[in-house]
C-alpha cells in the first residue's frame, strides 16, 4: 500500500490527477498491476491527509482551490519559509551554495525548453535552502506546503512571471552567498507572497469574482 500512496501523491503533486478531477481505483489499481484494495486504503490516507476528497456515490477527487486558501497558504508559507530561510543562511556551505546555483541553472534551461520539469526544479530549489534550517519540524512543515503549492503549477497559469520569478531567486541566492540573513529573509517572503498575489488574481479572474475594490491583498503597492 506503502508504494501506491507514494506514487498517487506523486501523480496529484506532478498534476497528472489535476485539482477538481477524479481518481477511479479501478483504473489506478490496473495501472499500478495490483487490485484495489490498496488503492482505496492509499486513498483513505491520501483523503485524511487533505491531498484527495472521498465523495458519496463519486469516488476519490482532488479537490480544487479556493482563492482564499491560494491567499492563504501563500501567507503562511511566506512567513514560516523566510524564517527558515533567515534560519538556515548561516549553516548553507559553500557546496550548498553551488547546488543551489545548479539548480537556477537547471530552472532557467527548463523555463527556456518550456519544460514540465521547471515546478520540480523550483521546489527544489527552495527546500535545499530550508534543508540547512536546524528545526526538523520547520522543515518538514515547509515541505507539505511545499508540495501542496505544486499542485497550483504556477508557471503553467502565470507564465509571465516567470522570468521575474527567477530574477527573485537569483537576488535570494546573491543574499544567501553575501550571508545576509535578514535580506534573504524578505526576499524569500516577497517572492512567495508575490506568486500567491498573482495566483489569487488569476483564480478570481478566472471564476469571474473579482472586484475594484474591498479585495484582500498581500502585496503592497
Known sequence: MRLVYSELKRRIIAGEYPPGGRIVADQAADSFGVSAVPVREALLRLAGEGWVKIIPHVGATVPAFEPSEILETALIRGAIES???RLATPHLTNQDLEKLEGCLIAMDEASEAGSDLYPKLN???HL???AACPYPR???????IAEKTMQLRTVNVIPHY???SQREHREILDALRARDSELAELLCRRHIETAGQLLWE???SARDLRTASGSPRIVED
Open 202 to 204: 488569476h483564480a478570481m
Open 83 to 85: 524564517t527558515a530561510t
Open 123 to 125: 521546489m527544489e530549489f
Open 162 to 164: 516567470l522570468p521575474e
Open 138 to 144: 520547520m522543515r518538514d512543515l515547509i515541505t507539505q
Open 128 to 130: 535545499a535552502i530550508v
